[in-house]
Each structure stands twice: as structure tokens, then as C-alpha cells.
């Protein structure tokens, strides 16, 4: 079965960590660009960082730089986000998506020009920050 399954979720208290997994099963990463994204509740769906097939390159939005990093380990099939310093705000369920870009899949076409179709997406995994 193809699929791309998150794990590490859960309750922290603000300022704590979690770290995320993602992790394949059926195909291999190394061919994907990687994206992280957060939806909470009455919202729309954000981009929290994008990947690049190889993990030489890597953006944030805004709002988590500085806090989170991004990495991946291709020879494990997984991809990781580390979570450090977290807020009430970055409460929301988490997705892994592997994306491949329209026409090429590189970082400059997937996550700057955000050129990509997605060909899995996890099921995501619950994120609440609260004391």
C-alpha cells in the first residue's frame, strides 16, 4: 500500500517540542519534494515548510521560522519536522505531502514557485499547544 503515515503529535505545554515523522511505505521519497502543513480549526490550510528532494534545501513560512526545522533522511524513507518553542497559535493537525512538481520537481518549482501536484498526503497527526 502507498501511503505516507505521521506520527509524534500530541499535547505540550507553550515552549515545549514534539517532533513529527513522516514516514513512506510503498514508494521511496527521495524522488519527492516534501511539504508540511498545518490546518486548526475554522482554518484554512497552510504551508509550514517545503523540502527538497535531496534536503540541500528548505523554506519556512513565516510564522515557525526560527523554530521549526525540517529534515530528511532518505535512506530511512522518512522526513522529519522538529517543533521547538511552540505556541498556543501552532495548535492544528500537521500533514506530510510528497509533491511532484508539473513540470519538474525541484525546490525552485515546487516550493518557491509552488508548481506541484500532490501525489500522497498523510493523514495527519493532532499538534495542541496548551497549558
Known amino acids: 500500500q502507498l501511503q505516507l503515515v505521521e506520527s509524534g503529535g500530541g499535547l505540550v505545554q507553550p515552549g515545549g517540542s514534539l517532533r513529527l515523522s513522516c514516514a513512506a511505505s510503498g514508494f521511496t521519497l527521495d524522488y519527492y519534494v516534501i511539504g508540511w502543513f498545518r490546518q486548526a480549526p475554522g482554518k484554512e490550510r497552510e504551508g509550514v515548510s517545503c523540502?527538497?528532494?535531496?534536503?540541500?534545501?528548505?523554506n519556512y513560512a513565516d510564522s515557525v521560522k526560527g523554530r521549526f526545522t525540517t529534515s530528511r533522511d532518505n535512506a530511512n524513507n522518512t522526513v522529519y519536522l522538529q517543533m521547538n518553542s511552540l505556541k498556543p497559535e501552532d495548535t492544528a493537525i500537521y500533514y506530510c505531502a510528497a509533491l511532484r512538481g508539473r513540470r519538474i520537481t525541484t525546490f525552485q518549482a515546487v516550493c518557491v514557485r509552488g508548481e506541484y501536484d500532490s501525489d500522497y498526503w498523510g493523514q495527519g497527526t493532532q499538534v495542541t499547544v496548551s497549558s
Open positions: 523540502i527538497s528532494n535531496s534536503g540541500g534545501r528548505i
